[in-house]
């Protein structure tokens, strides 16, 4: 079993900056790649960002240049520094990690962009 926690959201203007945590931990030998999703109200759950064991990362075209995500495999931590924020970016973001036999998710942290 893995679990994940989550913290480092809250209420930011527009323009501004947020990191996220997402505090791994139980079986990581499984856990082959790690992200961040999010979900707006009325709307699917989304893809924002992944990054695997190695370091490769991928992001949504929506955050691209503007969201950076990074692990610390010795801390089994990953981040999701998020700057030049905007209203659309009003979300629950969720850390998911991605196991050989299931993944995992955590309780999610709300991010609200207003001014």
């Known amino acids: 079993q893995v679990q994940l926690v989550e913290s480092g959201g809250g209420l930011v203007q527009p323009g501004g900056s947020l990191r996220l945590s997402c505090a791994a931990s139980g079986s990581m030998f499984s856990i082959y790649g790690m992200g961040w999703y999010r979900q707006a109200p009325g709307k699917q759950r989304e893809l924002v960002a992944v990054i695997t064991r190695g370091g490769s990362t991928n992001y949504a075209a929506s955050v691209k240049g503007r969201f950076t995500i990074s692990r610390d495999n010795a801390k089994n931590t990953v981040y999701l520094q998020m700057n030049s924020l905007k209203p659309d970016d009003t979300a629950v973001y969720y850390c998911?990690?991605?196991?050989?036999?299931?993944?995992?998710w955590g309780q999610g942290t709300q991010v609200t962009v207003s001014s």
């Open positions: 998911k990690a991605d196991g050989v036999r299931k993944d995992y």
